[in-house]
């Protein structure tokens, strides 16, 4: 990593280094002194974490960052290509009144400095440290919710909920409307997405709305090869086999290629009284989608390439992190309050793999949102022996599966970091009294923690009776407790 970059030629450099050790985390103070001609230029500089071969640098008098950056083996060299392929133009128009667009709020600018997990010294838990200007909080990003402050582990007065893939699924209103075609159609039309995604506010009540899309739409919109088929899911024509194909995967262009997903996003702050949640997937779930060609129970492919070809592999999961903040971040500029990155598929690494193939690249994509200020949630499925890891990659919040209990994985994660979930779906299929009951064995065991957000551990099913899981949140809402 270059310290110092500037047209400046010929400078000398001096480097003073201090290390202080505080249990596991090294802090570095590097001090730069810059000398041209006579004019001496300092530069402070702050190295607040080495995490699994990541340097992240923040700090200066110029309030200038650099991200985190991973430092993959030394026999790795990304591929790097300059080429493109043709996209095809995408009609965005919508019967939206430009009165109802006008009308929502404006949204600050304002980015707060970066917060990366320390000890603290005198609890000797993970904890968020930010800096002078993280009280800067953007507007319109419902700060004072109980979604937002349960994600910040902040009080609040009621145990939010919200449901993974509560927008359609299982909803008859959703399947009335829904029409023919794939799910990239339904996508690809604003008011259509908007109205999908508003269904489970008016029924459910929940305290947060969550995007109707899904995690290839990027790779779909770039011109990939890819579709998604009614009952089995994302299919590929062309799957990832070599290094010619990356080609095939040029930068994301929120603005050009998928301009229906900012405008969805636009009519529902808009149109909400709560936060909205974006998403995208991590980049080893679209990874995994892209060399099986579709949906896989064992992820042989993919498994093969990482081992196989280490290179390649990480070139495939650094374009695909690219795409991935491209996506994020559009999504947020133009009013998501919390985003949600979906690594679906993680569970099926052990943690030495996960660290070594997967880590870096999530790391890379949550770091390069941090400065937004808005909460970051991280959920895989069957990630129980994979937590520490997930949260350690910049989390706010870790999703959690009904295979580990709450208690046991706030203890995985660390007390600074929030949870999400993480109530078993199938038991909405037993009816309202034992779903109502299990909901409560998940709040006993959060034992009122402020950093709670009530989920499933997994999507709503297509076949669930909805009217159970309005009595889920019912309970959530009136039974449960967060302590001050």
Same mark, same amino acid.
């Given at each position: 990593?270059?310290?110092?970059?500037?047209?400046? +030629? =010929?400078?000398? &450099? @001096?480097? $003073?280094? *201090? #290390? !202080?050790?505080?249990? %596991?985390?090294?802090?570095?103070? /590097?001090?730069?002194?810059?000398? +041209? =001609?006579?004019? &001496? @230029?300092? $530069?402070? *500089? #702050? !190295?607040?974490?080495? %995490?699994?071969?990541?340097?992240? /640098?923040?700090?200066?008098?110029?309030?200038?960052?650099? &991200?985190?950056?991973?430092?993959?083996?030394?026999?790795?060299?990304?591929?790097?290509?300059?080429?493109?392929?043709?996209?095809?133009?995408?009609?965005?128009?919508?019967?939206?009144?430009?009165?109802?667009?006008?009308?929502?709020?404006?949204?600050?600018?304002?980015?707060?400095?970066?917060?990366?997990?320390?000890?603290?010294?005198?609890?000797?838990?993970?904890?968020?440290?930010?800096?002078?200007?993280?009280?800067?909080?953007?507007?319109?990003?419902?700060?004072?919710?109980?979604?937002?402050?349960?994600?910040?582990?902040?009080?609040?007065?009621?145990?939010?909920?919200?449901?993974?893939?509560?927008?359609?699924?299982?909803?008859?209103?959703?399947?009335?409307?829904?029409?023919?075609?794939?799910?990239?159609?339904?996508?690809?039309?604003?008011?259509?997405?908007?109205?999908?995604?508003?269904?489970?506010?008016?029924?459910?009540?929940?305290?947060?709305?969550?995007?109707?899309?899904?995690?290839?739409?990027?790779?779909?919109?770039?011109?990939?090869?890819?579709?998604?088929?009614?009952?089995?899911?994302?299919?590929?024509?062309?799957?990832?086999?070599?290094?010619?194909?990356?080609?095939?995967?040029?930068?994301?262009?929120?603005?050009?290629?998928?301009?229906?997903?900012?405008?969805?996003?636009?009519?529902?702050?808009?149109?909400?009284?709560?936060?909205?949640?974006?998403?995208?997937?991590?980049?080893?779930?679209?990874?995994?989608?892209?060399?099986?060609?579709?949906?896989?129970?064992?992820?042989?492919?993919?498994?093969?390439?990482?081992?196989?070809?280490?290179?390649?592999?990480?070139?495939?999961?650094?374009?695909?992190?690219?795409?991935?903040?491209?996506?994020?971040?559009?999504?947020?500029?133009?009013?998501?309050?919390?985003?949600?990155?979906?690594?679906?598929?993680?569970?099926?690494?052990?943690?030495?793999?996960?660290?070594?193939?997967?880590?870096?690249?999530?790391?890379?994509?949550?770091?390069?949102?941090?400065?937004?200020?808005?909460?970051?949630?991280?959920?895989?499925?069957?990630?129980?022996?994979?937590?520490?890891?997930?949260?350690?990659?910049?989390?706010?919040?870790?999703?959690?599966?009904?295979?580990?209990?709450?208690?046991?994985?706030?203890?995985?994660?660390?007390?600074?970091?929030?949870?999400?979930?993480?109530?078993?779906?199938?038991?909405?299929?037993?009816?309202?009294?034992?779903?109502?009951?299990?909901?409560?064995?998940?709040?006993?065991?959060?034992?009122?923690?402020?950093?709670?957000?009530?989920?499933?551990?997994?999507?709503?099913?297509?076949?669930?009776?909805?009217?159970?899981?309005?009595?889920?949140?019912?309970?959530?809402?009136?039974?449960?407790?967060?302590?001050?």
């Amino acid at each position: 990593m270059s310290w110092y970059s500037s047209g400046i +030629v =010929d400078a000398t &450099v @001096v480097v $003073v280094v *201090v #290390v !202080v050790v505080v249990d %596991v985390v090294v802090v570095v103070d /590097v001090v730069v002194v810059l000398v +041209v =001609d006579v004019v &001496v @230029v300092e $530069v402070d *500089v #702050v !190295v607040e974490a080495v %995490v699994a071969g990541a340097v992240c /640098v923040t700090g200066g008098s110029s309030g200038a960052r650099v &991200v985190c950056t991973p430092t993959l083996p030394t026999s790795v060299s990304l591929v790097t290509s300059t080429d493109t392929v043709p996209h095809a133009a995408v009609d965005t128009t919508s019967t939206r009144s430009p009165a109802t667009l006008a009308s929502r709020a404006a949204i600050d600018r304002t980015v707060p400095v970066a917060r990366l997990p320390v000890r603290s010294p005198t609890t000797d838990n993970l904890s968020r440290v930010s800096g002078a200007a993280s009280s800067a909080a953007p507007a319109g990003r419902y700060d004072n919710h109980p979604f937002i402050q349960a994600c910040r582990g902040l009080p609040h007065d009621r145990v939010p909920v919200w449901f993974m893939r509560q927008a359609g699924r299982s909803l008859p209103e959703y399947r009335a409307i829904r029409g023919t075609g794939t799910i990239l159609d339904a996508i690809a039309d604003p008011d259509l997405s908007t109205e999908i995604t508003l269904q489970p506010i008016r029924r459910y009540d929940v305290d947060a709305a969550i995007l109707y899309s899904d995690i290839v739409v990027p790779a779909h919109a770039v011109g990939f090869g890819l579709t998604v088929t009614p009952g089995v899911g994302p299919e590929v024509e062309r799957p990832f086999r070599h290094e010619d194909d990356l080609a095939r995967l040029r930068p994301l262009d929120p603005e050009a290629d998928t301009p229906y997903v900012l405008e969805t996003v636009r009519q529902l702050v808009a149109e909400l009284d709560r936060p909205l949640i974006g998403f995208a997937g991590a980049p080893f779930t679209v990874a995994s989608y892209l060399i099986e060609g579709r949906p896989s129970r064992d992820y042989a492919n993919t498994k093969a390439m990482m081992f196989a070809n280490e290179r390649l592999w990480h070139a495939l999961c650094d374009r695909l992190a690219d795409i991935a903040i491209s996506s994020l971040q559009s999504q947020i500029d133009n009013g998501a309050s919390a985003i949600q990155l979906f690594d679906s598929w993680a569970g099926s690494l052990s943690p030495a793999q996960y660290q070594r193939y997967v880590f870096p690249h999530s790391q890379k994509v949550m770091d390069a949102i941090a400065d937004t200020g808005v909460p970051k949630i991280h959920f895989g499925v069957t990630t129980g022996e994979l937590l520490p890891q997930i949260s350690a990659v910049g989390a706010d919040v870790v999703g959690v599966d009904w295979r580990v209990p709450l208690d046991a994985a706030r203890e995985r994660v660390g007390h600074g970091t929030s949870l999400q979930g993480n109530l078993d779906p199938t038991v909405v299929f037993a009816g309202a009294e034992f779903a109502c009951e299990a909901a409560r064995d998940v709040l006993r065991l959060n034992d009122g923690h402020p950093g709670h957000v009530f989920n499933l551990g997994h999507g709503v099913m297509p076949a669930m009776d909805p009217d159970v899981l309005t009595e889920i949140v019912k309970v959530v809402h009136e039974e449960g407790t967060v302590r001050s």
